[in-house]
């Protein structure tokens, strides 16, 4: 028998209706299912209430909305993390929390001599890695930057100053079944998608870009590890992505799409967005070392599942009607 979850969530994001739909007939664990906002207390201390641990996920995710309308982004991002903050502090035995975070907290990253050889960046030699740790500044360069920043720090001095076990994972790019990306988030899915509608696709900047992406399983292992050790890490930041393995550039995706069989995507290309990072890679020794987890799904594989799981979903649902509603 699974452990009991409860969601708060206002079911705001494309897809999550059907993956709450896919929750509920899950046979593991109880599911207690709340709709709600974490801009508002009282479902927030709703949510709180009585609850082990918390994982902080809800967020305004798109750098370009957090352009376009930066107060609803802090409330969203800053306001609604204090909210979940003070819930927790206002509990007899205050639960821990992790805090998802972004790579975006350290900036465009243009102090990083690269090159570009083929299909992507290089760090320059003598460098050639280049992976970013947690001793790395932080440089918010977008309001959506600011926002995830200030509740990053928020989490961290809540277990300074109150004792609350709080850990944040500043993340990379995450990926995997039941991920309905988009063009702001979730960008395998959303090359995947795109290509298996035959819809155009828009690439930002040269498609050289490089990131390293993290499989949704190992991520999961990632949280209940640091469940596991809580008061231990409490206090502490880590980046959390595939590391050096696991690494790869928007174009190098596009190829790896026609490997699978996919049809080629159309593609056109636009200006870089403020704030882009050209590249960048995660140093997760300092998690690895605090907990001993190491990713495990490689980008093939991985590539591999979501493209298996993407088309059981579009076999069985009107996957196509979904994704216009975006």
């Known amino acids: 028998m699974g452990i009991g979850v409860r969601i708060l969530d206002n079911l705001s994001r494309l897809g999550a209706e059907q993956n709450l739909s896919w929750l509920r007939h899950s046979p593991k664990g109880k599911l207690d299912i709340r709709i709600g906002d974490i801009r508002s207390t009282s479902d927030v201390d709703v949510a709180v209430k009585a609850v082990d641990q918390v994982f902080h996920f809800a967020a305004q995710v798109a750098v370009t909305s957090s352009l376009n309308d930066p107060i609803t982004d802090f409330e969203i991002n800053a306001r609604g993390t204090l909210n979940?903050?003070?819930?927790?502090?206002?509990?007899?035995?205050?639960?821990?929390?992790?805090?998802?975070?972004?790579?975006k907290v350290y900036g465009s990253l243009n102090d990083i001599p690269l090159e570009r050889i083929g299909g992507r960046y290089f760090p320059r030699a003598p460098l050639r890695r280049a992976e970013t740790d947690e001793t790395r500044p932080l440089d918010f360069h977008s309001p959506y930057g600011c926002s995830k920043g200030a509740a990053d720090q928020y989490v961290l001095d809540y277990a300074r100053i109150y004792g609350i076990p709080a850990t944040v994972f500043r993340m990379s790019c995450i990926y995997g079944p039941h991920q309905f990306g988009n063009e702001d988030q979730g960008?395998?899915?959303?090359?995947?998608?795109?290509?298996?509608?035959?819809?155009?696709?828009?690439?930002?900047g040269d498609g050289a870009q490089v990131r390293d992406v993290l499989f949704v399983d190992d991520l999961v292992d990632a949280f209940l590890r640091a469940n596991a050790?809580?008061?231990?890490?409490?206090?502490?930041a880590f980046n959390i992505g595939g590391g050096a393995e696991r690494t790869i550039s928007l174009i190098e995706l596009v190829r790896a799409l026609e490997r699978l069989g996919l049809p080629k995507l159309r593609i056109r290309t636009e200006p870089w967005r403020s704030g882009d990072q050209r590249y960048y890679v995660s140093n997760f020794q300092s998690f690895q070392n605090a907990t001993g987890w190491k990713p495990q799904v490689g980008v093939q594989e991985g590539i591999s599942r979501l493209y298996e799981w993407l088309e059981h979903y579009r076999a069985g649902s009107p996957f196509t009607s979904v994704m216009q509603e975006a």
């Open 84 to 103: 979940v903050l003070e819930a927790i502090r206002r509990q007899p035995n205050p639960p821990g929390i992790v805090f998802t975070s972004t790579n």
């Open 187 to 204: 960008w395998v899915a959303h090359f995947m998608i795109r290509a298996m509608e035959q819809i155009p696709l828009t690439i930002y």
């Open 229 to 236: 050790r809580i008061t231990e890490i409490a206090g502490r």
